[in-house]
Every structure is written in structure tokens, then in C-alpha cells.
T-cell receptor, first 113, second 112 residues
Framework: DSGVTQTPKHLITATGQRVTLRCSPR?????VYWYQQSLDQGLQFLIQ???????AKGNILERFSAQQFPDLHSELNLSSLELGDSALYFC????????????FGEGSRLTVL | DQQVKQNSPSLSVQEGRISILNCDYT??????FLWYKKYPAEGPTFLIS?????DKNEDGRFTVFLNKSAKHLSLHIVPSQPGDSAVYFC???????????FGTGTRLKVLA
């Protein structure tokens, strides 16, 4: 158990809909990262927050947004969903935003029909 | 632009032998590298890391080698065990940024 909690574990929805994925980092970790893994692809970096502020941005679509709240949990919002958004979405946390290892949650599997 | 590449999608090794997983990178600004292991239906778990000031780091059966001039790193697992069967990801970061860039993974199968 990494200590990172992601909900929901599975989500099935239709094209055009909007979903929210939630992540609670390990106790004491200030930094949260979001990754997308499609089929047998690698982990694509989406976005990173550190203590409530956006610190780094990757290949995140404009239809996607994220935030980190004062209690350090984070949410990834995916809107106007398309079939190609079906993927595993991982959240990871670390102590700080600068080096060190990432601790991953078990992921949220999104299926868009 | 895939800055971190794992060119072997899969690898099969006999139990007790050495497993060697390879990773190449293109960004010379990367200065910290990590290996993760992923079992099905689980998140990736950290295995071992190496800073660019070193060329080797060991942790039990796992050793990571870094060749900066070739922009290449490798993970050696000795001896390989059936429980090592998983997908292995290498990752790289530039400590001047906050991005961990992952490769596409190599599926290792250790045959009993």
C-alpha cells in the first residue's frame, strides 16, 4: 500500500460527459502528479501541483483541468469526453516538488463508450 | 517527442539468470533516473534510482547502471525470480523542472 488513494477505481461513462477523479496523497506529501496510461502506452505526464500551486504541465488537453485543495487532495476533471480518453489515470505524490521518488496510487480506469 | 525510450517491449528470462532492461534518453539535461515496477491492476512501485553524479547504484538483487555519454541506463536483476515478472518503467527528470518523464515500459517474464 503506497498510501496514495484514488477514487473511483473504475468509471464508465458516455462521450460528451464530464467526470472527476480524486486523489489523496500520502500523509505529509505536498506534491501531486497526474499521469495517463492508454492501452499499452507509457505513463504520459499531465500536470503537477505543489502545495496547492500548479508547478509543471505536460500533455494535458484543454478539456482537462486539475486542482489541489488546501487539504492537499487533488482532483482531475475531464470534460467533453471522447472515446480516446479511455485510459488508466494515475495519481502520484512525493514529499516535495524537486526530485525524490514518486508514490503511485492504484489508478482510476476510465471507459468512455 | 519521446524523450525516454524503452525499445524492447518484452523480455523473457529463465529463473536464476540475469535480466537486463534497457532505457535510452535524449535530453542531456536529465540528471535523475528511476526504475519502477508495475503489476497488473496495481500502480507502479519504486525500485531504484540513480543520480547523474553516479554511474552505478545497487540495492539487493537490483543494480542500475548509467552511461551519461551514451545517454543510456540499464537495470540488472540478479538472480531473476518468477515474482519479478511485471512491466518495468524507467523514468527521468531534470531537477531544474518538476516533470518525471516515463518510458513506454518493458514487460519482463521470468520463466520457472
Amino acid at each position: 500500500d503506497s498510501g496514495v488513494t484514488q477514487t473511483p477505481k473504475h468509471l464508465i461513462t458516455a462521450t460528451g460527459q464530464r467526470v472527476t477523479l480524486r486523489c489523496s496523497p500520502r500523509s505529509g506529501d505536498l506534491s501531486v502528479y497526474w499521469y495517463q496510461q492508454s492501452l499499452d502506452q507509457g505513463l504520459q505526464f499531465l500536470i503537477q501541483y505543489y502545495n496547492g500551486e500548479e508547478r509543471a504541465k505536460g500533455n494535458i488537453l484543454e478539456r482537462f483541468s486539475a486542482q489541489q485543495f488546501p487539504d492537499l487532495h487533488s482532483e482531475l476533471n475531464l470534460s467533453s469526453l471522447e472515446l480516446g480518453d479511455s485510459a488508466l489515470y494515475f495519481c502520484a505524490s512525493s514529499v516535495g516538488g524537486y526530485g525524490g521518488e514518486l508514490f503511485f496510487g492504484e489508478g482510476s480506469r476510465l471507459t468512455v463508450l | 517527442d519521446q524523450q525516454v525510450k524503452q525499445n524492447s517491449p518484452s523480455l523473457s528470462v529463465q529463473e536464476g539468470r540475469i535480466s537486463i532492461l534497457n532505457c535510452d534518453y535524449t535530453n542531456s539535461m536529465f540528471d535523475y533516473f528511476l526504475w519502477y515496477k508495475k503489476y497488473p491492476a496495481e500502480g507502479p512501485t519504486f525500485l531504484i534510482s540513480i543520480s547523474s553524479i553516479k554511474d552505478k547504484n545497487e540495492d539487493g538483487r537490483f543494480t542500475v547502471f548509467l552511461n551519461k555519454s551514451a545517454k543510456h541506463l540499464s537495470l540488472h536483476i540478479v538472480p531473476s525470480q518468477p515474482g519479478d515478472s511485471a512491466v518495468y518503467f524507467c523514468a527521468a527528470m531534470n531537477k531544474g523542472t518538476y516533470k518525471y518523464i516515463f518510458g513506454t515500459g518493458t514487460r519482463l517474464k521470468v520463466l520457472a
